[in-house]
């Protein structure tokens, strides 16, 4: 392949190109050419992503032009930058890539629907990054591979090589540029793989709506009678874990669409968090953590190799990038019906929502909108006060159009197909973090094979005086006291203070979200 294929219609010159090599391969190349590759004992990959162990969301940029600039949801997540200055980074990419004497490149799918897939290539340095998008795309067949043709989008990660921090536009020597025009994106400054990945998934959350496909930041699973289930939620939640379930096949752990035919996921590959990975929790996961897969930043045995995934000294963001075919029960190819369950995942660290409840369709798209979690401020000189994140359509930071579109395109979707939802909080109960405890992976799970099973339609439901949601009083094997939160609180007022605190803090966020929501969905969130 190294002699018959070229970039040269990139105005990238190298000739030696290793092109949608298999694992083994670049195995080979990471423990040759990668300062801290390692194989772990278990097989997979280890890796170091460099100095940036997450995404850099402030240092992404979206060309403004004047095609697409009246689509685009503007302000500190999608921030403009001018043609020019993406000209610039985009040469300043190439020079590099053109100084090395080896390129990977890697062209697959974005898109388990033939009718909505998008080619996609990656033209990269290091062969971690390979291994990732080898991982994460969906890879053709030989024969798709002979016919692949020219791409439908590229992505010039040249990572190793910073931007110029007095370039216009430019904030730091990290940054991200997509423009819908060239239909190229370009990285400098990162070497973070997710921000590959991440940079399809902006493409497909612009191009889909276009086209009234609901681009969606969640997994999905479906039921031996076909039944999918959509689970939404931000980071730490439990999107990965709730959706990868012995008795259910998965659809994808992340990225999905809702077209007329039904669900199909983007990727063809998962990116499961590492930390506090264990069998016992999380069984599949664990399980696909071997060779071919992936682990980023992960701290090791220097004798053994085994991984020690408690140890966040390099980054709390340990990662696992693996095929999808590396989950037992995945479906193949990762399509699915029209939803019967959109389960929201909140991790409410202030202890006051319910483990589960039933949601109006405008109850929906209020929690919907305002994409809620909260996270912990951490236990240095006793700090334990809980903080709330809010993320709109639980994926603010992917989304190109205004959360309304896709709020829009949900409540269409869901009207038209009988979908329920639910608000499912995996935090805490019993008192805020530092005080209460976190909500029993058992019983979250119990949970969830209780919307499943239909064992939630006939029980008897109270509504929340302050969040107004209906509140089931039993649910199978989860204690009666747990589902009502007050209930596990030893103090009934600091619980009122508490829920009125958070009630106040969704009121204020939604309050950019007013205009171009009716009045039904506004009146569906929580009393102040």
């Not at 996609?120 to 030989?142: E, G, K």
């Not at 536009?169 to 940054?175: A, I, L, Q, R, V």
């Not at 968090?273 to 060779?291: C, R, T």
């Not at 508490?498 to 969905?521: P, T």
Request: hydrophobic share 35%.
């Amino acid at each position: 392949m190294t002699n018959l294929f070229t970039l040269k219609q990139h105005n990238i010159e190298v000739s030696n190109i290793v092109r949608n090599a298999m694992p083994a391969k670049l195995y080979q190349e990471a423990l040759a050419y990668e300062v801290d590759a390692a194989i772990a004992d278990s097989g997979a990959l280890m890796v170091r992503s460099g100095e940036k162990t997450g995404r850099s969301p402030k240092d992404k940029r979206i060309v403004e032009h004047s095609d697409s600039k009246d689509d685009i949801w503007w302000g500190s997540v999608n921030i403009p930058v001018d043609e020019h200055t993406f000209e610039i980074n985009r040469e300043r990419a190439i020079d590099y890539l053109n100084t090395r004497e080896k390129l990977y490149v890697v062209d697959g799918f974005a898109g388990w629907d033939p009718d909505e897939q998008l080619k996609v290539r990656i033209i990269c340095t290091r062969p971690y990054h390979a291994l990732f998008m080898w991982n994460m795309l969906i890879r053709p067949s030989d024969e798709q591979l002979k016919s692949f043709g020219e791409p439908d989008y590229v992505i010039f990660n040249a990572g190793q090589f910073p931007a110029n921090r007095y370039t216009t536009g430019m904030t730091s020597k990290t940054s991200v540029d997509l423009s819908f025009e060239n239909k190229e994106a370009v990285i400098l400054g990162t070497e973070y793989a997710g921000e590959m990945k991440k940079g399809i998934f902006t493409v497909m959350n612009y191009i889909m709506p276009k086209k009234g496909v609901l681009s969606m930041h969640c997994s999905a699973n479906e039921g031996k009678d076909g039944d999918v289930s959509l689970f939404f939620g931000l980071s730490g939640t439990g999107k990965t874990t709730l959706s990868a379930d012995e008795h259910r096949n998965l659809i994808g752990d992340d990225e999905h669409c809702w077209n007329e035919d039904g669900v199909f996921n983007v990727e063809g590959g998962c990116y499961a968090k590492a930390i506090d990975l264990s069998a016992e929790n999380e069984p599949e996961i664990y399980g696909a953590i071997k060779f071919g897969t992936v682990l980023e930043n992960v701290v090791y045995d220097e004798r053994t190799h085994e991984v020690d995934y408690h140890d966040v000294s390099i980054t709390e963001n340990t990662r696992a990038a693996y095929p999808i075919t590396y989950i037992p029960n995945a479906k193949i190819p990762c399509v699915g019906g029209h939803p019967k369950n959109i389960i929201l995942l909140t991790a409410d660290a202030f202890g006051v929502l319910p483990p589960v409840s039933k949601l109006t369709p405008e109850q929906t798209m209020y929690h919907f909108i305002s994409g809620y979690t909260a996270k912990v401020a951490g236990t240095e000189v006793g700090i334990t006060e809980p903080e709330a994140t809010f993320s709109a359509c639980f994926g603010a930071a992917f989304m190109v159009w205004h959360p309304s579109k896709y709020a829009e395109l949900l409540a269409e979707k869901m009207a038209q197909h009988g979908t329920s939802a639910w608000l499912v909080n995996t935090g805490w109960t019993g008192g805020p973090y530092g005080v209460g405890s976190r909500i029993k992976l058992k019983y979250t799970r119990a949970i969830i094979d209780a919307i499943h099973e239909g064992l939630l339609d006939d029980v008897a439901y109270v509504t929340d005086p302050i969040f107004g949601l209906a509140v089931p009083t039993t649910c199978t094997i989860v204690p009666d006291e747990l589902l009502i939160p007050k209930n596990t609180w030893r103090d009934g007022d600091a619980y009122d203070k508490q829920a009125r605190k958070l009630a106040n803090l969704f009121i204020k966020n939604f309050e950019k979200y007013k205009e171009g929501s009716s009045e039904a969905i506004i009146n569906a969130g929580p009393l102040a």
